[in-house]
C-alpha cells in the first residue's frame, strides 16, 4: 500500500509534465486550422494519394522535430547563442505566431504557402513542402522543442515527455489528416477558426511565460 503511494506520487509530476508539453504542442501545431489547409494542398488528388501525402508529411514533420530536439542545441552553440537569449528570443517569436492566430494572419500565410506550392511546377513534393515544413514543423514547433528539451535538464524521463508529448501531436494530426474531408465537413470552418483564436490566446500566455523565463535567467530575482 505504502508503495503503491509512493509510485502514484512519482507518476504525477511526470503527467503533469506530459500533459503541459502535450498542449504546448497541441497550440503550436494547430491541428484543427490545418484542416483546411490539407484540403486545399490535395485537392484533385485521388484518395490513396492523400493518404500517402498525409501519412509522409507527418512523419518528415516528426524526424525534424527529433533532430532539433537533440541537435538544435549544439547548432546554437555551435552560432555562440546561450539559451537564456533563445528563450527570449523564442518566446518572442511565440508571441507573434499567437498574435497571427488571433487575428487570422497565420491562416491567411500558411493558405498562401499552400497556393505557391501548388502553383510552382518545381516545388518539391507537398508532403515535404508546405505541409512537413513548414505548416506542421514550423518555426513554433521548431522553437517549442528546443526549449522544452532545454527545460528537461538532459533527464531522460523529461525528454521521453516531450519526445512523448511530440509524436501524440503529430500522430493525432496524421489521423486527423487521413479524415480530413470529413472532418471538414463536420466542424466548418467557423468552429475550426474559434479554436484556433482559443489556442492563440494561451500561446500567448506561454510566450509570456518563455520570456519571463529567459530574463530571470539572467537576472535571477532577489
Known sequence: MVLSIHNHKKLEPA???????????FVVVDPPGLVPLFIALTRGFEDRHK????????AIAFVVLVFFAYFGKVVLQTLSIEMPAFRIAGGALLFWIAFEMLFAKRSERKERDTGEAMTDEDAHDIAVFPLAVPLIAGPGAITSILLLMDRTGGTVAGQVSVLGAAATVIGGVTLI?????????????????????????????????????????????N
Not at 503527467?15 to 504546448?24: A, E, F, G, H
Not at 493518404?51 to 507527418?58: P, S
Open 51 to 58: 493518404r500517402i501525402i498525409a501519412l509522409r508529411g507527418t
Open 15 to 25: 503527467l503533469s509534465d506530459y500533459i503541459s508539453n502535450l498542449v504546448v504542442f
Open 177 to 221: 489528416l487521413l479524415g480530413a474531408d470529413r472532418v471538414g465537413r463536420l466542424l466548418g470552418r467557423t468552429v475550426i477558426h474559434t479554436v484556433s483564436r482559443v489556442l492563440g490566446i494561451v500561446l500567448a500566455a506561454l510566450a509570456a511565460q518563455t520570456v519571463i523565463s529567459g530574463i530571470t535567467s539572467i537576472y535571477p530575482p
